[in-house]
């Protein structure tokens, strides 16, 4: 029978081909081989090389490394203007994360329940549509619309809102400071940019979801608040974390956005870039790195619970 379907074949390549196939389990071995070399050794092993480093320490005399494994670095993480820059970073990540759900749910709704045939590729064109352009370009676009002199603060004072600025950044804004070197800034280009990661799951989910229980809801009497958090919000948790993990995670780990609007407070990739880059404390800053990774591997985990993963 197998003969039949692998006739025999001269030559040493197609006599090894014809075995390889005769072997589906080696076959499929070797499918997976190079991914399996990719993440074992160039990303999972630059990773164990990472976390190795961060166990050393710098000579403060000379600034050589030295390899000898201490805990002395991870504690320089417990100075307050370290810890701050982590407290700081997780903080903008998770604001950014609740304003991408605020701003994404209502999208999401209107286009899993709403949104038909053109329309609905109407929506998912302009959610992609952002995302195609450079990266780079979107954050100094906004840094222009942020600027002191950029149309976001002309609106304010054609307005007579300029007010409205100060008290939110504590300084002048028109005719002195700007958005665009504020935390209130680096926040709303965040958002921005990590919305339609956001958009899309909570998107899939929300179609997830009958529409006959929310019908059902009704007939029984519930309100639409009631509904909203009885019946949709529980069936929709999952796209949420979901999204939340892109959108977390992707704040938690830029120095780019910060690094050009931002208010000169560090975060935790400016701190690894600094670190690495200008002070040359390898340790310090792969002690920096691990914090993410550590922080996403609990996030990770607690997402996989509520079904995330389901979502993506």
């Known amino acids: 029978m197998s003969e039949a379907i692998f006739p025999p074949r001269q030559g040493l390549a197609p006599r090894a081909v014809e075995w390889i196939l005769r072997h589906p389990g080696l076959f499929t071995l070797l499918m997976v081989?190079?991914?399996?070399?990719?993440?074992?050794?160039?990303?999972?092993?630059?990773?164990i090389a990472l976390l190795m480093q961060s166990f050393f320490s710098i000579d403060e005399f000379s600034g050589v490394v030295v390899r000898e494994p201490t805990l002395k670095t991870y504690a320089e993480l417990l100075r307050p203007a370290n810890f701050d820059i982590i407290?700081?970073?997780?903080?903008?990540?998770?604001?950014?994360?609740?304003?991408?759900?605020?701003?994404?749910?209502?999208?999401a709704y209107f286009a899993a329940r709403y949104a038909k045939g053109r329309l609905k590729a109407l929506f998912y064109i302009g959610v992609m549509l952002p995302l195609w352009s450079s990266y780079l370009v979107k954050v100094y676009a906004w840094k222009l619309v942020l600027a002191k002199e950029g149309i976001l603060t002309w609106i304010f004072a054609k307005l007579h809102l300029g007010w409205l600025l100060d008290a939110v950044l504590g300084?002048?804004?028109?005719?002195?400071?700007?958005?665009?070197?504020?935390?209130?800034?680096?926040?709303?280009?965040?958002?921005?940019?990590?919305?339609?990661?956001?958009?899309?799951?909570?998107?899939?989910?929300?179609?997830?979801?009958?529409?006959?229980?929310?019908?059902?809801?009704?007939?029984?009497?519930?309100?639409?608040?009631?509904?909203?958090?009885?019946?949709?919000?529980?069936?929709?948790?999952?796209?949420?974390?979901?999204?939340?993990?892109?959108t977390f995670s992707l704040t938690l780990g830029d120095y780019i956005i910060p690094q050009?609007?931002?208010?000169?407070?560090?975060?935790?990739?400016?701190?690894?870039?600094?670190?690495?880059?200008?002070?040359?404390?390898?340790?310090?800053?792969?002690?920096?790195?691990?914090?993410p990774i550590v922080i996403m591997g609990v996030y990770l985990t607690i997402a996989r619970k509520l079904g995330a993963f389901d979502a993506l």
């Open 33 to 47: 081989l190079p991914i399996v070399l990719w993440l074992g050794i160039v990303y999972i092993g630059a990773l």
């Open 87 to 107: 407290a700081r970073t997780v903080v903008m990540a998770a604001s950014v994360t609740l304003a991408s759900v605020a701003l994404a749910f209502p999208i």
């Open 260 to 291: 050009i609007v931002g208010s000169g407070r560090l975060f935790l990739g400016q701190a690894v870039y600094m670190q690495q880059g200008t002070a040359g404390n390898i340790p310090l800053a792969a002690a920096f790195t691990v914090v």
């Open 171 to 246: 300084l002048p804004v028109v005719g002195g400071n700007s958005l665009s070197v504020s935390y209130l800034g680096t926040f709303l280009v965040f958002t921005y940019i990590w919305l339609p990661y956001m958009i899309i799951p909570m998107q899939a989910a929300l179609e997830r979801v009958p529409a006959p229980l929310l019908e059902a809801a009704a007939d029984l009497g519930a309100t639409p608040r009631q509904s909203f958090w009885m019946v949709l919000a529980p069936l929709a948790l999952p796209g949420v974390v979901a999204g939340s993990i892109f």
